[in-house]
């Protein structure tokens, strides 16, 4: 498990749990393997707060999360206001100044809702929405908040919007097709370059990023191409060092490249398989969208540092 301390001068840490510190954060842990859906934190000097997507109604609840315990206090179910349908997931990110929490529905209609971040309790309340030109699988933002992402996995496309200096989303700006499967972004840390996982290619797409005009074009080269049936999904920035690390949904493998910071590209380095053990790779499931002659039999979901 891992907690995202969000305060605003904190890093992003790592808490790796023993045996005993599981058991507290049973709770926790049951509730976010049912929901199957994202989980963002934001850490004050308090309390940590927690925000959940919810699958089976449109709405985020609201918890604080009682790190002695483990136990879980429910503040707020914030309604996702005049939906017709849910979508398979709903992406959100906290925007970097924490103030604002961005939720997007999938289904009908495609949205994003813009909430503000109530400092002292962590509750939520709406700001604004806009129209999405597609169903979103991941969204992200540039270091300084001034930008979002997001990525369209059945759509195969990238839109840029800018975003205001209270968080409300505007219209896409640039619309970028001809992404197979695009899965997610990553603005690299100095905010001049963008990777996007195309999926459905086996390529890692590189951009070049113009802030000022918060426009993208191709890098040269303009893609990075893997061995078929890598299917890439997440990728993650190392917070110090000029690497990134991309996972494999079908292999279910960690890619190591060397970001090179003058060009802005990616070098690959190293390879290694998150299945460590025979019985995974024997009794694990085969993916259901790969083609079974070269299934292996698990595959991976997330990344994160």
């Not at 992406?91 to 002292?120: H, Y």
Request: with cysteine; aromatic share 6%; charged share 15%.
């Amino acid at each position: 498990m891992q907690i995202r301390d969000l305060s605003a001068n904190a890093k992003l840490e790592k808490i790796m749990l023993n045996r005993t510190e599981r058991k507290k954060f049973s709770n926790l842990t049951k509730l976010i393997a049912f929901c199957a859906i994202p989980l963002l934190s934001l850490s004050t000097m308090a309390k940590t707060i927690i925000y959940v997507a919810n699958s089976d109604t449109p709405s985020v609840s609201v918890f604080q999360l009682e790190l002695s315990s483990g136990n879980l206090i429910q503040l707020q179910q914030q309604l996702l206001p005049n939906l017709v349908k849910l979508g398979p997931s709903s992406p959100m990110l906290i925007t970097p100044n924490k103030q604002n929490l961005l939720v997007v529905n999938r289904g009908e209609p495609k949205v994003i809702f813009n909430f503000s971040i109530q400092a002292k309790s962590g509750q939520l309340s709406l700001k604004s929405k806009t129209a999405l030109p597609a169903s979103m699988a991941n969204i992200s933002t540039d270091k300084t908040g001034k930008l979002l992402l997001a990525a369209s996995y059945p759509q195969h496309l990238l839109s840029v919007h800018s975003l205001s200096e209270q968080g409300d989303v505007l219209p896409q700006q640039q619309v970028l097709t001809d992404l197979p499967n695009a899965h997610a972004s990553l603005i690299n840390k100095d905010n001049r370059f963008v990777f996007v996982p195309a999926l459905g290619s086996d390529q890692i797409r590189q951009f070049k990023l113009n802030l000022e005009t918060g426009q993208l074009s191709p890098n040269t080269p303009s893609e990075f191409q893997l061995e078929a049936n890598t299917g890439p999904r997440h990728l993650v920035e190392h917070p110090n060092k000029n690497m990134v690390y991309l996972l494999g949904e079908y292999d279910a493998t960690i890619h190591v490249f060397e970001y090179q910071s003058t060009a802005g590209t990616l070098a690959k380095i190293q390879q290694i398989e998150t299945a460590q053990t025979d019985s995974l790779k024997v009794n694990g499931l085969k993916h259901p969208n790969q083609d079974t002659s070269k299934a292996k039999r698990f595959w991976a979901a997330d990344i994160h540092i």
